[in-house]
Nanobody, 120 residues
Framework: QVQLVESGGGLVQAGGSLTLSCAASGSIARVNAMGWYRQAPGKQRELVARITSEGSTNYADSVKGRFTISRDNAKNTVYLQMNSLKPEDTAVYYC??????WGAGWRNYWGQGTQVIVSS
């Protein structure tokens, strides 16, 4: 099994910055893509950013130029640096990891979610 632990959410003023982190642990054989999704009240969960094991990235149009995703493969950890935050970035942010655990196949794992609130 693989467990994800997220941290770094909180309350910030518009224009401010936050960094989210998500560490994967457990009986991990291999980690493929890692990403961040978010869900605002009354809205569907959406992809924010994703990074492959080779380091290729893609971002939602709404965060391009403001957010940066990165990963530390040695620590099985993914980060999301969020700059120039806007009130519309307010949401619960979820980490997502494609991983294979020992004795099991590939699966998508989700973190518990971390709240980000951007005040105007």
């Amino acid at each position: 099994q693989v467990q994800l632990v997220e941290s770094g959410g909180g309350l910030v003023q518009a224009g401010g910055s936050l960094t989210l982190s998500c560490a994967a642990s457990g009986s991990i054989a291999r980690v493929n893509a890692m990403g961040w999704y978010r869900q605002a009240p009354g809205k569907q969960r959406e992809l924010v950013a994703r990074i492959t094991s080779e380091g290729s990235t893609n971002y939602a149009d709404s965060v391009k130029g403001r957010f940066t995703i990165s990963r530390d493969n040695a620590k099985n950890t993914v980060y999301l640096q969020m700059n120039s935050l806007k009130p519309e970035d307010t949401a619960v942010y979820y980490c997502n990891v494609e991983a294979r655990s020992w004795g099991a196949g590939w699966r998508n794992y989700w973190g518990q979610g971390t709240q980000v609130i951007v005040s105007s």
